[in-house]
């Protein structure tokens, strides 16, 4: 079956930087719309980036100028580069591909990775 699995999560101090890795199997990745979403205790799960096939990115406004999104097609991951790091970044970071053909939308996820970011 599909995996995402991510990786890079962790306990950093306030203004400093994590990168997230997930890393992609069983999909055809070049072909999935890629994305990372987080949840906060006791929040709903929300959009922090996405990145198409073709490259597009987009992004929510309170990572903007702090965070990128990028993807290695040939090795099958996506990756988030996180500076500037805020206490209100703290959450679990999901790993998300989605494909849309038509009216039909599929949509994998990853386990989650844990950040925190405390004094």
């Known amino acids: 079956q599909v995996q995402l699995v991510e990786s890079g999560g962790g306990l950093v101090q306030p203004g400093g930087s994590l990168r997230l890795s997930c890393a992609a199997s069983?999909?055809?990745?070049?072909?999935?719309?890629m994305g990372w979403y987080r949840q906060a205790p006791g929040k709903q799960r929300e959009l922090v980036a996405t990145i198409t096939s073709g490259g597009t990115t987009n992004y929510v406004d309170s990572v903007k100028g702090r965070f990128t999104i990028s993807r290695d097609n040939a090795k099958n991951t996506l990756y988030l580069q996180m500076n500037s790091l805020k206490p209100a970044d703290t959450a679990v970071y999901y790993c998300?591909?989605?494909?849309?053909?038509?009216?039909?939308?599929?949509?994998?996820w990853g386990q989650g990775t844990q950040v925190t970011v405390s004094s």
């Open positions: 998300n591909a989605e494909l849309e053909v038509g009216a039909l939308k599929t949509n994998y």
């Open positions: 069983r999909i055809i990745f070049t072909r999935y719309t």
